[in-house]
Structures are given as structure tokens and as C-alpha cells.
């Protein structure tokens, strides 16, 4: 089974900032790798997939990069409805999601 | 878009439920569907998915041999059984579509969740 791992857990910033998640996976994924936000007591929501592709709707403050084991999510200028758990998933092999990364101001 | 995530409630260890999400607002049909669960306080971990027309089936260790997933094109619904249910699948659980036929994908769009206690 392929592992994702995400760094870092939980993350401190202040709107305005720039912040960056990072997610591994235990063997390569080429590009199969989406990534989610969820907000507490709701669904997850679709940002990015195939690495760095928006999807539709998403504002362009997020965009996602990376390829083979090592990707990163990046939120150029955090708004208020930024704060969120922020999940990657791997899609190459059925599906693993990251252990989440808190996002808090 | 739409999955409307129903059937969850209080079971007691070693019983059953089927947990059903019907989806409106696209060709449910042509796309794979899984269901993805979230331990109270915990992460998202893949459950088990289905190709678009149902002879496709993959479930995560956790769960293979105990649930069955399946679908009815017809009610554009998706179904999971669950059997010889344990304390550990207390969960929400999210029925997901996926963004092709084959499931194996990634999820473009979720259900709002319905609570499984053991």
C-alpha cells in the first residue's frame, strides 16, 4: 500500500500570509495526486488534481505542484475561509489520503 | 451535483447496515463511486469504489470480506452493505464521485455524510 505523509500537522498563520504544505508519498505517484479541503462538520472539497490542476471554481490563490514522491499545496494570500484541514490523496494505486494538515490562525 | 449520503445509525458489534447515496445532477451512470469514512477526530481513508457499471468492485483491507458495494443505474444509487460491524468502523461515512468510469480515481465531489456507531 502506498503512504502519504503530510507536513506539517497543523499549521499557525494570519491572513495575508503565503503558506505551503508539503505531502511524500512512500513510493512514486507520477501525478496522481489530488487534494481536498474540509471545514469541521462538512465534506471534504476537491481543490486540486493531477498535482497542480484547478479545479473548476477554486480561487487561483491555491495551486498545487510536484511529481513522482514529493508535492506541495500553496495558498499565495490567505483569506479568512482559508482556515480549514487540508487533505492530499494519491490516486495512482486506489486511494490514500494524508493524515491532514490544520490550518489555524 | 448532488449525493444525498443516507442509512446510518446506532448498531450493536456484529450487526448489520446498508448505507445508500443518491446522486442527481449528472450521468451517474458513466462514473465510478466510492465511499470514504472519517473516524470521530480522525483522517478521510478510502472505504471501497465501484466502476460505472458495477462489475468493477475494490474494497481496503479493513473491510473486505465484512462490506459490499454496489450501485443501481437505474435509481442512480449507490449502495454499501456492512456486515460483522466492530467499534472500528464507527465513522461518517461519504459516498464520493469519482471523476472517471474506472474507479481508481480522484474524488470530484462528496455526499454530506451520514454517522455509523458502533
Known amino acids: 500500500d502506498i503512504q502519504m505523509t503530510q507536513s506539517p500537522s497543523t499549521l499557525s498563520a494570519s491572513v495575508g500570509d503565503r503558506v505551503t504544505i508539503t505531502c511524500r508519498a512512500s513510493?512514486?505517484?507520477?501525478?496522481?495526486l489530488a487534494w481536498h479541503q474540509q471545514k469541521p462538520g462538512k465534506a471534504p472539497k476537491l481543490l486540486i488534481y493531477?498535482?497542480?490542476n484547478l479545479e473548476s471554481g477554486v480561487p487561483s490563490r491555491f495551486s498545487g505542484s510536484g511529481s513522482g514522491t514529493e508535492f506541495t499545496l500553496t495558498i499565495s494570500s490567505l483569506q479568512p475561509d482559508d482556515f480549514a484541514t487540508y487533505y492530499c490523496?494519491?490516486?495512482?494505486?486506489?486511494?490514500?489520503f494524508g493524515q491532514g494538515t490544520k490550518l489555524e490562525i | 451535483v448532488q449525493l444525498l449520503d443516507s442509512g446510518g445509525g446506532l448498531v450493536q458489534p456484529g450487526g448489520s447496515l446498508t448505507l445508500s447515496c443518491t446522486a442527481s445532477?449528472?450521468?451517474?451512470?458513466?462514473?465510478?463511486m466510492s465511499w470514504v469514512r472519517q473516524a470521530p477526530g480522525k483522517g478521510l481513508e478510502w472505504v471501497s469504489g465501484?466502476?460505472?457499471?458495477?462489475?468493477?468492485?475494490y474494497y481496503a483491507d479493513s473491510v473486505k470480506g465484512r462490506f459490499t458495494i454496489s450501485r443501481d443505474n437505474s435509481k442512480s444509487t449507490v449502495y454499501l452493505q456492512m456486515n460483522s460491524l466492530k467499534a472500528d468502523d464507527t465513522a461518517v461515512y461519504y459516498c464520493?464521485?469519482?471523476?472517471?468510469?474506472?474507479?481508481?480515481?480522484?474524488?470530484?465531489?462528496w455526499g454530506q455524510g451520514t454517522l455509523v456507531t458502533v
Open positions: 464520493a464521485k469519482e471523476a472517471t468510469s474506472m474507479t481508481g480515481d480522484y474524488f470530484d465531489h
Open positions: 445532477g449528472f450521468m451517474f451512470g458513466i462514473y465510478a
Open positions: 465501484v466502476g460505472s457499471s458495477g462489475t468493477t468492485t
Open positions: 513510493q512514486s505517484i507520477s501525478d496522481w
Open positions: 493531477k498535482a497542480s
Open positions: 490523496q494519491q490516486y495512482e494505486s486506489h486511494s490514500t
